[in-house]
């Protein structure tokens, strides 16, 4: 069974900076795109950042020059540093690994892990 386990976040001051880990285990398969999403408390899950295998990278708009998302894939690991926060970006941030087995695509997500900007 897939287990991620996110890491870092807390409380920080506007302004401030944070780094986001995920580390992926029990799969005997090589990760896929991994990524992070947010949501905030009365909206949708919205994506943040997403690193694919071979290191392409899409950054939702709202980060965009504030973010870089980055893995290591002898670790299965995938980082979220977020620089500039704001208030806007509090939300519970979530890790998802995609895993394709014999065509097949799979979804793996963390519990959570949550981030508060104080003003």
């Known amino acids: 069974q897939v287990q991620l386990v996110e890491s870092g976040g807390g409380l920080v001051q506007a302004g401030g900076s944070l780094r986001l880990s995920c580390a992926a285990s029990g799969s005997s398969f090589s990760m896929d795109a991994m990524g992070w999403y947010r949501q905030a408390p009365g909206k949708q899950r919205e994506l943040v950042a997403v690193?694919?295998?071979?290191?392409?990278?899409t950054y939702a708009d709202s980060v965009k020059g504030r973010a870089a998302v980055s893995r290591d894939n002898a670790k299965n690991t995938v980082y979220l540093q977020l620089n500039s926060l704001n208030p806007e970006d509090t939300a519970i941030y979530y890790c998802k690994a995609e895993i394709t087995v014999l065509s097949r695509l799979y979804e793996y997500w963390g519990q959570g892990t949550q981030v508060t900007v104080s003003s």
């Open positions: 690193i694919a295998s071979a290191g392409s990278v």
